[in-house]
């Protein structure tokens, strides 16, 4: 009787070191997905922690002093509070981040030169993403209330017409969050992962992204602002187009409640706003349509992504970032606070 051996037949050595590159690459990209989870959870609790915090001891140690301002300026301290949450939550965990971890100050912070038409272009883009992004959004949050439900999501106002009142306000809620946001998304977590292919970076920061606001009416208007900022970013090699977004859509939105509150006030019709916003919405539309046929005819890298060079697939890349210990916490307890921002309509 013969015996047969039915062992694997021997690899070639080509074939064994595509196995041991395609290995040693998964294991890299593992560790650099639980350094993004890990930075997105302590983004999160930092930022909650501190906003509950100091607002207990605002509340606590200086309402006397609170009360004694004028109303026009009774929201200030909150609305400073809200900026200094941001900076130390995003803006300081992020430099940490990366003093940590020796990141490459290029990677996360890209400048190169742009001329300001391009940058007009990329920004009227951007912007016009985020737009029809923000109508699918509530249009959304309509679906919902088919089912009884809507999501409770903080909403400041200034409720007052003091003028310093809302330049602080601009600055908290637009100009703050615009750099320290984009700084960790856009910077720390895309840049740091653009490495393993454009698109797998600009799909999973915009993921993290969306699920960073915690319920479900912003989550996927935020996901998609993502990818429209993380887009400019690739494209222009620059940050600062995405910061600009960033702040642009959350300066008219700042606007319009500011104007919608004041004519209320005063008595007015909200007419005009509704008008003069669909005007600058026009406006911008119309430049993004031109930027769009100037881009594509006379740059070829126009919505081109850098393709990833290494042994992994797309899918595979997939699978290991988003089943990596930390992203798995992160997307847990954001998808936790999504659900419990819902409420049945009373």
């Known amino acids: 009787m013969n015996n047969y051996m039915y062992n694997t037949p021997p690899v070639s050595e080509e074939e064994y070191l595509k196995i041991q590159a395609k290995q040693n690459e998964k ?12 930075l997105s959870i302590i983004c999160l609790s930092v930022f909650s922690v501190l906003a509950v915090i100091l607002s207990t001891i605002m509340s606590s140690a200086f309402e006397g002093t609170v009360m004694l301002l004028n109303n026009n300026y009774a929201l200030i301290p909150d609305m400073l509070l809200n900026a200094l949450v941001s900076l130390v939550g995003f ?16 990677e996360i912070l890209p400048s190169e030169k742009i001329s300001f038409k391009k940058l007009v272009g990329v920004v009227a883009i951007g912007y016009t993403v985020c737009i029809t992004a923000n109508y699918i959004a ?8 088919i089912f009884g439900l809507e999501t409770m999501y903080s909403d400041m106002k ?62 996927p208007f935020a996901f998609v602002v993502g990818l429209a900022a993380g ?32 004519l ?35 740059d070829k890298n126009f919505c081109k992504l850098k393709k990833y ?27 936790l606070e999504c659900v419990t921002t819902l409420q049945t309509i009373k």
């Not at 294991?27 to 890990?38: N, Q």
Request: glycine content about 6%.
């Open 27 to 38: 294991k890299a990209l593992r560790g650099r997905s639980i350094s993004t989870g890990l």
């Open 264 to 298: 209320e006030l005063a008595g007015y019709e909200t007419f005009y706003v509704d008008f003069v916003y669909m005007l600058i919405y026009a406006t911008v539309f119309v430049l993004a349509l031109v930027a769009v046929y100037k881009f594509s005819k006379s």
């Open 158 to 219: 200034t409720g007052s017409t003091s003028i310093l009142e809302h330049i602080v306000y601009i600055i908290a809620v637009s100009v703050v969050p615009a750099v320290t946001e984009e700084l960790v998304y856009r910077g720390c977590i895309m840049g740091r992962l653009r490495k393993y292919g454009d698109g797998f970076a600009l799909i999973t920061s915009a993921i993290l992204f969306g699920m960073m606001h915690g319920n479900f009416t912003q989550a």
């Open 231 to 262: 887009w400019t970013v690739i494209y222009t090699n620059s940050i600062f187009p995405a910061m600009i977004i960033h702040w642009l859509n959350n300066f008219m939105s700042v606007i319009a409640d500011i104007s919608y509150e004041n």
């Open 91 to 106: 803006g300081v965990v992020a430099v940490i981040f990366c003093k940590a971890t020796k990141t490459d100050l290029n």
């Open 138 to 145: 509530q249009l959304f949050a309509v679906d919902l209330s």
């Open 309 to 335: 060079e290494g042994e992994l697939t797309f899918s595979e890349r997939i699978k290991t970032f988003f089943t990596s210990a930390t992203v798995i916490i992160f997307l847990a307890l954001t998808l």
